[in-house]
């Protein structure tokens, strides 16, 4: 429920290791609300949440600590430079290899970007900056709201190859966005629709 | 008994027989409120007898202290409220809550009016900062802030929670806030009803005050659920036995 | 009716791969810690103007009701913690408001760990780096009013520990009003009535100290707040956010 509307109504799916789900639908209809549902941003209603089978109130930590979400704004401070940056995310996890993240920023295209702070750099470079996170994290199930927002050719090819990476290494991804992603294996799709 | 009290309880966070029951307790609330009070302003303004140092001002006292009493408890019950809603999802306690946060705010206002208006004669002055008064005035503030943030905010589930959560802070506050105001001023009055303690007032003059007390909470109920009652129709304006109610009138 | 049949339910729980990081509390905690201080050195404006505010409050009282010592004396342990009070109530407005406005809220929200720390970790910087430059500003400002010298260590120390518990306190209501664009005044509103009782241990612990006593009690009061604050605040910051941020 937002403002009173309904978004969903009587929506089920199953996602398993391995596989990209893509969420579509017109504007409105709900695919952010739903990913931040996942995400555990926005309560439910009513409706459940199984992970590995469980109930996801019985294993909410595990669940989240399995769990990626990137959103529309994508956390990128202004003030630090992207390494400063993925310093945090990389402390999230665990990690202090500092060349994971050297690697990380130049897969992206941002090599020798790294300690510019990032109001310097342009909306598709920061964005670039949050999808670095993508290439060290050792989290599971991605949840990404149009992760090709502002980015150009070359680097969609490049996270689209991180995803299917991603998958085939037995994780799984839910995602929103416009783009054709048809030459993904393993791509399911999903469309919300309009709001009645 | 708890079982009864199961059932009442879920049953009560169905908007729709949420509105039928409390149609049903409406009277019975309003009945004994008029009766209460009617009984504790006769007994209390005429036939209580005269207080040997402060004279028929005293009398206030019969508006004053249920006021307080009422100020201060229904802070406790819009926070009980927040806890059922954020630790139950219970959306009617929220509707409560909302009906609450107004009168509570008026109660703490008379209790303020009255203090300064018995303060006149008693003391001099129209005011003075004495610690109750004190702690009135910044209870009355905490009140003011509740309804502020619910104004501010938006969408509604996002301004019941938030609500929730200031009232219940504003709880564990107000020990402290009232331990702190005491302190600083001690010079005060005594309070002279304590529920664990013999009133030193005669019988003719605390019994008044007790059938003030209970009309006050009477009152408080009657009230609730007035509002309450309409800010469910508001809430629920688009669902079907809402419409069928209004379709009825 | 939107529903996806699988064609392969045996590749369930798959990834269960043991994923959950190594990382500890503690671990991220610091490096919270490390972020948060990064951040806000470089926001210098955020620094200096709570300070620039303190000065300039304590300045309209000599113009404001007059500048002779035997009138501004008494006052100054009231004008000076009323002043410092409102600095770190104003410093604190924007606490979280950027965070949300370029989404590091809700990754700090999804990040796994327990919100209240990391959250703490945030006010605590924001103490250090806002609160504690007060502090060292204050007795310059004391001098100024002709607070008695016997007094200006309490001032100090008096505002260390206050302002420790009224950043903490005000942080419960800049989490709260983080999802309105504006909300100065409206958490003026909110946060002022619980910072009553620090005011009053804390002037308490200055006239203790100007009247030749001891300010020992008034400051372990300070301190028990200070402490209370410090268990307390984080679990309302943390649940404050995650309203603030389900409103999106």
């Known amino acids: ?196 | 008994m708890w079982n009864w009290l199961k059932t009442l309880y879920h049953r009560l966070g169905s908007p729709k027989w949420f509105y039928q029951i409390t149609g049903k307790w409406l009277p019975w609330f309003a009945m004994s409120s008029l009766l209460l009070l009617g009984l504790g302003l006769v007994l209390g303004l005429a036939y209580a007898p005269m207080d040997y140092q402060q004279g028929n001002s005293f009398r206030i006292m019969y508006i004053h202290v249920p006021a307080a009493f009422l100020a201060q408890s229904v802070y406790m019950m819009m926070a009980a409220a927040g806890v059922v809603l954020l630790v139950w999802k219970m959306k009617m306690a929220d509707v409560v809550a909302q009906a609450l946060a107004p009168i509570g705010a008026i109660m703490t206002f008379i209790s303020l009016v009255t203090g300064a208006i018995w303060g006149m004669p008693t003391w001099g002055t129209w005011w003075m900062w004495d610690a109750r008064l004190t702690s009135m005035l910044i209870l009355f503030f905490l009140y003011l802030g509740v309804m502020a943030l619910r104004e501010a905010l938006s969408p509604q589930e996002v301004a019941a929670k938030a609500c929730a959560l200031l009232a219940i802070v504003g709880v564990i506050n107000i020990p402290i806030i009232k331990y702190s105001v005491d302190w600083w001023y001690t010079l005060h009055q005594p309070a002279s009803i304590k529920l664990t303690e013999k009133p030193a007032m005669p019988a003719s003059m605390y019994l008044p005050l007790l059938f003030m007390v209970l009309g006050f909470y009477a009152l408080l109920g009657w009230s609730v659920l007035l509002r309450a009652r309409a800010e469910v129709l508001r809430r629920e304006a688009k669902s079907g036995w809402v419409r069928e109610l209004l379709k009825d009138k | 009716m939107n529903q996806i049949n699988n064609e392969k339910p045996a590749a369930f729980c798959r990834l269960t791969r043991e994923a959950v990081n190594s990382s500890s509390l503690i671990g991220v905690f610091v490096a919270a810690l490390k972020r948060e201080w990064q951040l806000q050195v470089r926001r210098k404006g955020d620094l200096i103007n709570p300070l620039v505010f303190f000065a300039l409050v304590v300045v309209l009282f000599p113009l404001g009701v007059s500048p002779t010592a035997e009138i501004l004396a008494p006052v100054a342990p009231g004008v000076l913690w009323v002043a410092a009070l409102l600095a770190v109530l104003m410093s604190l407005d924007a606490l979280f408001r950027p965070d949300l406005q370029d989404g590091s809220l809700e990754q700090l929200l999804v990040c796994g760990y327990s919100v209240a720390p990391l959250s703490l970790a945030k006010v605590l910087v924001h103490w250090l780096l806002s609160c504690v430059p007060l502090v060292l500003l204050a007795p310059l400002l004391g001098i100024m009013l002709y607070l008695p010298w016997q007094a200006q260590g309490v001032l100090m120390l008096s505002l260390l520990l206050g302002s420790l518990a009224l950043s903490l306190v005000g942080a419960i209501g800049a989490a709260l009003t983080t999802g309105l664009g504006k909300s100065g005044v409206l958490m003026t509103l909110l946060v002022l009535p619980f910072y009553m009782p620090v005011l009053i241990f804390g002037t308490g612990a200055m006239q203790a100290a100007i009247n030749g006593h001891t300010a020992l009690a008034h400051l372990a009061l300070l301190a028990a707040l200070a402490l209370v604050a410090l268990a307390l605040s984080p679990w309302a910051i943390a649940a404050a956010l995650r309203i603030a941020v389900s409103g999106e």
């Open chain 1, 1 to 196: 429920m937002r403002d009173e509307r309904l978004l969903f109504d009587d929506l089920s799916f199953d996602l398993y290791a391995g596989e990209l789900l893509q969420l579509e639908g017109p504007n409105g209809a709900g695919k952010t609300s739903l990913l931040r549902l996942l995400a555990g941003l926005l309560p439910f209603n009513e409706g459940e949440l199984f992970w590995q089978g469980h109930n996801i109130n019985t294993c909410r930590d595990n669940f989240y600590q399995s769990m990626l979400f990137i959103g529309h704004l994508a956390g990128i401070k202004a003030e630090l430079s992207p390494l400063e940056n993925l310093h945090w995310f990389a402390a999230l996890e665990g990690i202090k290899d500092e060349t994971l993240l050297d690697n990380a920023l130049s897969q992206v295209g941002l090599a020798g970007y790294e300690d510019q702070p990032c109001h310097q750099l342009s909306a598709g470079q920061k964005r670039r900056v949050a999808l670095a996170r993508l290439t060290f994290t050792q989290r599971s199930v991605w949840l990404l709201d149009e992760p090709f927002t502002a980015l150009d050719k070359t680097a969609v090819a490049s996270v689209e190859n991180l995803l299917i990476k991603h998958s085939q290494a037995g994780g799984a991804v839910i995602l929103t966005s416009h783009h054709a992603l048809e030459e993904l294996p393993g791509l399911k799709k999903l469309t919300l629709g309009e709001v009645t």
